[in-house]
């Protein structure tokens, strides 16, 4: 990738570019459409139940039937919404989610861009979702929507704040930004791995990112028994379609960041592992992420707003501060 | 058809027929072919039970509707004489209407009954309880029934009286008695466990009858269903309309002359 | 300055969390309610003028409908009302079956009410857990009476079906299975700090409110008062039993949610006893006139139903249907009190408050 972006812009190199952006779109769809199918399959088997088991063997054309489903459905705007905004609120909750992913280092040389301020690039495109939601709920003119909209853009903003502090003990500890020489300084052995000596810091991002997707149990935004679906509740077919694109996305960078951030990325947990290749290594933790975000959906119940908001304000944001404070403290000793 | 029921209303022991809508009743079993209760008493009817309702769907007007009650009245009084001879003959009457010619012990919740009396009419004087008595068929229940123009102080009473302490409003229920209507409230002293019904009867042209939502909160609702399903006004309710019922519905539907206007419902 | 509205939001009729077709009126000033107007009727059946034109045995099914997830209650009250009236003795057997079925639906619909209210509060793996134990009740009572829901069991006199062959058996088994399960849902959900977070301190009223309000069942035992009709005012064979009636301190959702489950163990307390005890053989219908006319007169029972007090009011001129049948229905008397509960609350303690009351829209409308 290197090579073509030191390359002056022709009509090949953007060839390239857009093949591999199409490709990586494919490969998101891919995961997302399984990890739906995996969500549902785990919570069915949480439950004492099986998941979906019809559709194609082992039900895994489920929601390749529910999308299709949803696509072929009647693109329905409720008559006094703001109809330019109802339609871009969807696009502009999915768009930063899918350019998220061009900095994620699959491997040691498996990347698409070699970002110097990766991190910073991620966190600031992450904070653009959150205007596609309220204004999602502003534009379907329906109060319901609206208090879902207005909910759910507080929690993700009041989130934020921690989850980027909590990150910035990595930064501190690998002294980049770039995500590529972050998982570079983790070590081969687990122990050496960044959950380690950042275990703070692991715990409040992993909070503060369930937040941010708007999962249980900080889902109140999309209440199913209070509010019916939050801000999404007049989009039918498609653009409901893209909402749940949006967040499975997110999903998808939030585990694959975790992944690069905390564990270690491609390595393997041991030298003499690195046989398997370090795509292998990286798509298990990965794994392993999302059935813990998807194994906390089927077990917790629903924390209320005022008390998510004094969760996030009142705990989250001191910790990762003593975090950031012992971080320093340790390095400053050791060093 | 009035004719037909001005002519029987006078028979004891039986209620007026409609031998004119036996096709519409043809279906009922044959177990509401009796007469009242007392069985052998008057001459044995055949055909339809439920009279009034039959006349109500086939829409009669203020005459009959007159003419229903002084006959539903002159039944009673007819069946309460019956019962009476047939008592004092020595068979068994179909309720506690009449005592039987021995005397009869007096009923273990008598006292009870009594102080209720006594206490309420301490206060509001001997007008205010128009009739008190056992009701033995409910495990010896004591009843009064109160004047309805002091009904709303007395309930205060009920409840704060160091010896009643009845603050618990177990039950209301509205009663299209055809002659009048009623309310009954079941009362309950949690600490003696002991129940009291107070009846409190209105007339059935314009009824009204004081609210208790000041004494009971639970009389909130009851009393807002009461007025939507019988048409008995409570004067003094915060919030009286229908609560069953859409809000523009005409009539009241538990009432024994209730025309409904779909006639198919 | 910032210029603020009142909003006024419709909660229902066709919500996910209202149990059923009940519309509430709120107005909310941001997150916090400010008013909150029930609205009831949506599912009126008109059962009482119904049951004017009906004989006894005729009523019975009506009466599976209104509360349909506790209609062996139901069933029993209509029957205990003409029984009390008749004076008729009920042979023992049949108070037997009567009471092991009552118990058994108290605990389905307490079960039912776990899982629904977890459902609200967020939690989705406890609804399938609670459906789980409540599919082997309904298999019981299907093996009994034909029906999983609206039963039609119980007659004046005793009750239609008998027991088949190892039914007592299965209702020993469930018993024992029940308890460890009980335990295993303990452990689960009730020590869950986010659900504490959101059940505790909240929707509290005091014993005076409660009484004054007429409320009955676990709601009025939640504030202290210490009345269980099986207990004060016994019926059918409650009174050979030997159980307890919890009562809880605060009187706000989290007692109430404790209060249900440790009902559901002296339940099973009471099935255990009531399984020893059963007797071998015996008449399941006791001696009932072929056509039932309780005298003239008016009787007034009540019965613990899993919501509250279950009462009949029954006026009888004589004939072979009633004159006038009232019922008065715990979960009609217990909504009163949710826009007083409601006032100065937050959205999402609405459901909260509103499913620990515990209703069934079927019982509210009659």
């Known amino acids: 990738m290197d090579r073509y972006m030191g390359q002056a812009l022709g009509w090949g190199n953007f060839a390239v570019f857009a ?15 399984y990890f739906i199918y995996f969500e549902r ?55 930063p989610s899918f350019m998220v992913l061009a900095i994620i280092p699959y491997g040691e040389n498996l990347y698409f861009l070699d970002l110097d301020a990766g991190l910073l690039y991620y966190v600031a495109l992450a904070g653009i979702s959150t205007i596609g939601i309220v204004l999602g ?9 609206l208090l879902g909209g207005m909910r759910s853009g507080a929690q993700m ?115 003499f592992l690195d046989f398997i290749p370090g795509l292998v290594w990286f798509f298990l933790k990965f794994a392993a992420v999302v059935f813990f975000v998807f194994w906390l959906r089927a077990t917790m119940p629903r924390i209320r707003s005022d008390q998510l908001m004094s969760l996030g304000w009142k705990w989250l944001l001191p910790l990762s501060l003593v975090n950031i404070f012992i971080t320093a403290v340790v390095m400053e000793i050791l060093r | 058809m009035s004719e037909e029921n001005k002519n029987h209303a006078g028979v004891p022991g039986s209620e007026p027929e409609q031998k004119a809508n036996a096709p519409e009743n043809a279906g009922e079993p044959l177990a509401k072919e009796s007469i009242a209760g007392e069985a052998g008493k008057g001459p044995a009817e055949t055909g339809a039970a439920a009279p009034e309702r039959a006349q109500a769907i086939a829409g009669n007007d203020e005459a009959a509707l007159a003419a229903r009650r002084k006959a539903a009245e002159e039944a009673r009084a007819a069946r309460a004489a019956a019962a009476k001879a047939a008592a004092a003959d020595g068979a068994a009457a179909g309720g506690g209407e009449a005592p039987p010619a021995p005397p009869k012990e007096p009923s273990p919740n008598q006292p009870k009954l009594d102080r209720l009396v006594r206490i309420i009419t301490e206060k509001f004087g001997p007008s205010a309880v128009v009739e008190s008595y056992i009701n033995e068929l409910d495990r010896h229940l004591p009843c009064v029934v109160v004047d309805p123009s002091v009904w709303a102080d007395v309930a205060a009473l009920l409840r704060d009286h160091e010896e009643l ?88 539907p538990l009432r024994k002359d209730y025309v409904p206007l779909d006639p198919e419902v | 300055m910032i210029r603020t509205e009142e909003l006024t939001l419709n909660v229902g009729p066709q919500h996910p969390s209202t149990h059923g077709v009940f519309r509430l009126i709120v107005k909310i000033d941001g997150e916090v309610i400010t008013e909150a107007t029930p609205v009831i009727g949506y599912l009126h059946r ?51 079956l009567r009471l092991i079925v009552m118990e058994l639906q108290r605990i389905a619909s307490h079960m039912l009410w776990w899982g629904t209210y977890l459902l609200d509060i967020g939690a989705l793996s406890p609804f399938l857990f609670a459906f789980r134990d409540r599919e082997v009740i309904l298999n019981l009572f299907n093996e009994l009476c034909g029906a999983r829901l609206t039963y039609n069991y119980m007659r004046v006199g005793g009750v239609k079906w008998d027991a088949p062959e190892g039914w007592i058996g299965k ?51 939640c504030t202290g008062v210490k009345w269980d009709l099986r207990k004060d005012q016994p019926y059918c064979i409650y009174d050979r039993f030997d159980f307890d009636v919890p009562v809880g301190k605060n009187g706000d959702c989290l007692d109430r949610y404790n209060l249900r489950l440790e009902e559901i163990r002296q339940s099973l307390r009471i099935l255990e006893q009531a399984v020893e005890q059963f007797p071998e053989e015996g008449e399941i219908m006791g001696k009932a006139p072929r056509i039932i006319r309780p005298p003239e007169g008016e009787v007034y029972v009540a019965i613990e139903s899993p919501r509250g007090e279950l009462g009949c009011h029954l006026i009888s001129r004589g004939k072979p249907e009633p004159y006038r049948l009232k019922f008065r229905r715990p979960s009609f008397v217990n909504l009163q009190i949710l826009p007083k509960l409601l006032v100065g609350e937050t959205m999402a303690n609405l459901v909260a408050i509103l499913g620990a009351v515990d209703i069934i829209l079927g019982e509210v409308d009659a």
Request: aromatic share 12%; with cysteine; proline share 4%.
């Open chain 1, 19 to 33: 093949l591999s952006g199409i490709f990586m779109l494919l490969v998101s769809l891919f995961f997302v459409t």
């Open chain 1, 41 to 95: 399959k785990v919570l069915g088997w949480m439950q004492y139940r099986v998941g979906p088991n019809r559709t194609g063997p082992f039900g895994l054309l489920q929601t390749v039937a529910d999308v299709l489903k949803l696509l072929i459905k009647e693109d329905t705007i409720p008559k006094r919404a703001d109809r330019a905004m109802f339609i871009l609120a969807p696009v502009i909750a999915y768009v």
């Open chain 1, 137 to 145: 709920g502003w534009a379907s003119n329906n109060k319901y929507a």
């Open chain 1, 157 to 271: 903003i009041s989130y934020e704040i921690p989850l980027i502090i909590s990150v910035t003990g990595v930064v501190m500890i690998s002294g980049s930004l770039n995500l590529r020489t972050i998982v570079a300084e983790q070590g081969d052995w687990f122990w050496q791995w960044n959950i380690v000596p950042q275990i703070l810091g692991f715990l409040v991002f992993l909070v503060a990112a369930i937040a941010e997707l708007n999962r249980t149990p900080f889902d109140l935004p999309e209440a199913e028994s209070e509010l019916i679906a939050g801000y999404m509740t007049e989009y039918s077919g498609f653009r409901f379609a893209f909402f749940m694109l949006a967040e499975y996305t997110y999903l998808y960078a939030t585990a694959a960041l975790t992944t690069v951030l905390f564990l270690g990325g491609w390595h393997p947990p041991a030298p």
């Open chain 2, 165 to 252: 302490k009845l603050e618990y409003l177990r039950n209301m229920t509205g009663v299209d008695q055809e002659t009048h209507m009623e309310v009954a409230y079941f009362m309950l002293n949690l600490a003696e466990k002991q129940d009291y019904c107070v009846k409190v009867k209105t007339d059935r042209d314009n009824p009204e009858i004081p609210s208790v939502v000041s004494v009971w909160q639970t009389a909130n609702w009851n009393e807002r269903e009461i007025y939507d399903l019988l048409g008995i006004r409570f004067t003094g309710h915060p919030d009286l309309r229908r609560i069953m019922l859409p809000d523009d519905w005409v009539g009241h």
């Open chain 3, 46 to 96: 008109g059962t009482e003028k119904l049951a004017e034109n009906l004989n006894y045995t005729q009523i019975i099914p009506y009466t599976d409908r209104m509360d349909y997830v506790s209609a062996m209650t139901g069933n029993y009250v209509v029957c205990h009302a003409v029984e009390t009236a008749l004076g008729l003795e009920i042979p023992e057997r049949a108070q037997f």
């Open chain 3, 171 to 221: 209702v020993r088994d469930f018993v024992k299975m029940m308890k460890t399960r009980l335990d295993d849902y303990h452990d689960l959900v009730s020590g869950n700090e986010i659900f504490l977070a959101r059940i505790k301190g909240v929707g509290a009223y005091d014993a005076e409110t409660a009484i004054s309000y007429g409320l009955s069942g676990v709601n009025l035992r």
